[in-house]
């Protein structure tokens, strides 16, 4: 089971679109792993750069909400601090054999999914009705989606 982007997890910030895209990728990436039956390390590597980007991601989110002094800040970090949370909790008991690889996979795809619908969609919406701009947002475009310069 996995994610497929559309437009239902756009929420046309291309910084957390980005960064969200990233994050479908690597839930489809452990999804490959497991159909394919590579070894656990493997698993557990992949699990490990999932776990890695989610904690840079919500980092770099909960940073744009300050910049931009989303009134909710505190209780959207609070739900950073609980996933990453639970996400230790399953990634120990993979290592232990009482969980799944899939059961993870399955908890981070509807995590992410339900995430981004209902709490994250409120900081897109805040920052179309917010004068405030996060810092650089300008650079986003030119470094995120835009091709390097001789490169097609």
């Known amino acids: 089971m996995y994610i497929h982007w559309g437009e239902s997890l756009e929420l046309h910030n291309e910084l957390i679109d980005t960064q969200h895209r990233m994050l479908v990728l690597l839930c489809r990436k452990l999804d490959i792993a497991i159909k394919s039956k590579v070894p656990d ?5 992949i699990v490990l750069e999932l776990k890695k ?14 910049e931009v ?5 505190d209780n959207h970090a609070l739900l950073h601090t609980d ?14 054999h009482k969980e799944f690889p899939d059961d993870l996979l399955h908890f981070l795809n509807k995590w992410l999914v339900q995430h981004v619908a209902a709490e994250d969609l409120k900081i897109a919406e ?11 947002e300008g650079l986003y475009h ?9 490169r097609v």
């Open 126 to 136: 805040y920052l179309r009705q917010s004068g405030k701009r996060p810092l650089g």
């Open 69 to 73: 002094d989303y009134p909710d800040v």
């Open 83 to 96: 996933l990453l949370m639970r996400l230790d909790m399953m990634i120990a008991k993979i290592s232990h």
């Open 41 to 45: 390390q493997r698993i557990r590597w």
């Open 53 to 66: 980007f989610a904690e840079f991601h919500f980092l770099s989110e909960e940073n744009l909400m300050h």
């Open 142 to 150: 030119e470094y995120l989606l835009s091709a390097p310069p001789g």
